[in-house]
């Protein structure tokens, strides 16, 4: 339609400038709303309250974590300058035991790569979860004899364990000494998940004997081919945090595992400019008791929140909140994330249905 047809065209203009005006304040107030990745990733220090997480692993936070000393007897810290050795007392907790059955296994010493930001929540970078606490990574590359240098820890290599082309373990690296880390770290009650990359799975399934059972918590999932994902559940004291589905009973090794040796798993993202899902969350889009915690004040110095065998200080008590039901994310086909991250249960095969590709 021609505005100049119109008798008077003031009522039309005017509405259509008030249409205008209105998107561009609604544009303006979205992107004036601060980003949580960088709330959180601001935070330098834990909320002084009782250790408990909030929502779900890739969507959530924590108070009262600790910070795994930069090292210790059977542990390096790598990356030091991302601030991520921070975790649930019984994250930490864990991390130190492991490091200490592992070296009674005969693996050399744990390097400890990203646990969680000291209050949670998204991060600037790299991964989906790891943002309640309760997640951590651990490198298949065994602590050197001598004691790295903060430059090692920054720039030192992983070694990569999967050829890219054929999505297998590189045989030369493989050695029994890793098997007996993952089993390890699968054998303790509170872990949920060890997640690896597909080869890792297939070199476990294809030489593993005698007892098997444990292979039902080493899940194939892309990436980690340099290192391995250990989750525990929500933990005691947190009723607000959301629990993932219990994975399958068998050992993982039949269809779900062929899958991954299929066409499908690594066909190129079709989206891959989609911004991921930490560049869009504001604190409207995590538990609103998020937006507590990172308001909350510091903890009273870094010493005083680092976990020496269960010796960090006490924090300042909050009172205790009501208890929720735990919710569970489906397992179902149906009910898959929309982009795939690292919480996604590996997915039920019979026709397996296409989805969107992690970007890192």
Sequence with gaps: MNLRSLPDRKPFL????????????????????????????????????????FGFYSKGCFTGGVA?????????????SRNRRWGHPAM????????????ADGWPGLLVGDVSQPRGG?????????????????????????????????SMSATLMVDEKTHLVKDA???????????????YPEVERILVNPGIKKKLCDTVTGDRSWLRKVRPFWGHDYHFHMRIGCQPGSPFCKAQETTP???????????????????????????KARDLMTMANLPKQCLDVVNAPDAPSLEAVTYH??????????????????????????????????FA????IGIPLPRPRPGN
């Design 14 to 53: 005017t509405a259509a400038l008030a249409l205008v005006t209105l998107a561009a304040l609604a544009a303006v107030a979205i992107s004036a709303e601060p980003r949580a990745k960088d709330l959180f990733g601001a935070r330098k220090l834990p909320a002084v309250a009782p250790a408990q997480s």
């Design 68 to 80: 795994l000393p930069m090292e210790g007897p059977g542990w390096e810290v790598m990356r030091p």
């Design 92 to 103: 930490i907790a864990l991390i130190e035991k492991l490091a200490r059955d592992a070296q």
């Design 122 to 154: 998204p991060m600037m970078t790299g991964h989906a979860s790891h943002q309640i606490g309760l997640d951590a990574d651990i490198w298949l590359t065994p602590m050197p004899k001598r004691p790295l240098s903060m430059a090692q820890r920054e």
């Design 173 to 187: 690296l493989w050695t029994p000494a890793h098997t007996r880390l993952l089993k390890r770290a699968a054998s």
């Design 249 to 275: 009973d068998d050992d993982g090794c039949g269809k779900p595992l062929a899958w991954w040796f299929t066409e499908e798993p690594w066909r190129p993202n079709k989206n891959p400019d989609a911004p």
């Design 309 to 342: 065998g269960g010796a960090a200080a006490a924090v300042a008590v909050a009172e205790p909140q009501p208890s929720e039901p735990a919710e569970t994310i489906s397992s179902g086909n149906a009910a898959m994330p929309s982009a795939a991250s690292a």
């Design 345 to 348: 249960p590996t997915p039920k």
